[in-house]
């Protein structure tokens, strides 16, 4: 019988999103990830699979909920147009879904996010 989780999933990912929205998804380590969550690296593999999966659910959840003036969900959005959207069609998927909705005010901010990046 497995040993209940000792960790609130929901927070872990939170976590690693802010990390994400923070470092982008390919600068983030899976140390980083580690020392972020306070969770082993077994431990993380064994609840979500990859830092990928992680991503995911994270983002699928701000794609539900997505704000066009929330700074984080653009800094994800961002994240996940420039880093992942070429190599993971998930992440294209959830893309697609949030530019159709959000259209109108969308390129604005976003532009504006990317630009805001760049000079950090």
Same mark, same amino acid.
């Given at each position: =019988?497995?040993?209940?989780?000792?960790?609130?999933?929901?927070?872990?990912?939170?976590?690693? =999103?802010? +990390?994400?929205?923070?470092?982008?998804?390919?600068?983030?380590?899976?140390?980083?990830?580690?020392?972020?969550?306070? +969770?082993?690296?077994?431990?993380?593999?064994?609840?979500?699979?990859?830092? +990928?999966?992680?991503?995911?659910?994270?983002?699928?959840?701000?794609?539900?909920?997505?704000?066009?003036?929330?700074?984080?969900? +653009?800094? #994800?959005?961002?994240?996940?147009?420039?880093? #992942?959207?070429?190599?993971?069609?998930?992440?294209?998927?959830?893309?697609?879904?949030?530019?159709?909705?959000?259209?109108?005010?969308?390129?604005?901010?976003?532009?504006?996010? #990317?630009?805001?990046? =760049?000079?950090?």
């Amino acid at each position: =019988m497995a040993r209940p989780r000792k960790f609130d999933e929901v927070e872990v990912v939170q976590q690693a =999103m802010s +990390l994400f929205a923070q470092n982008g998804f390919n600068a983030t380590s899976i140390d980083e990830l580690v020392e972020a969550t306070g +969770l082993l690296r077994g431990s993380l593999y064994k609840a979500f699979g990859s830092k +990928l999966n992680i991503f995911l659910i994270g983002f699928e959840e701000c794609a539900a909920a997505f704000d066009v003036d929330n700074e984080r969900h +653009l800094d #994800l959005l961002t994240v996940a147009l420039r880093d #992942l959207t070429l190599s993971d069609d998930s992440t294209k998927e959830i893309c697609q879904k949030i530019l159709a909705n959000h259209s109108d005010s969308l390129a604005l901010n976003l532009g504006k996010n #990317l630009l805001q990046r =760049m000079e950090k």
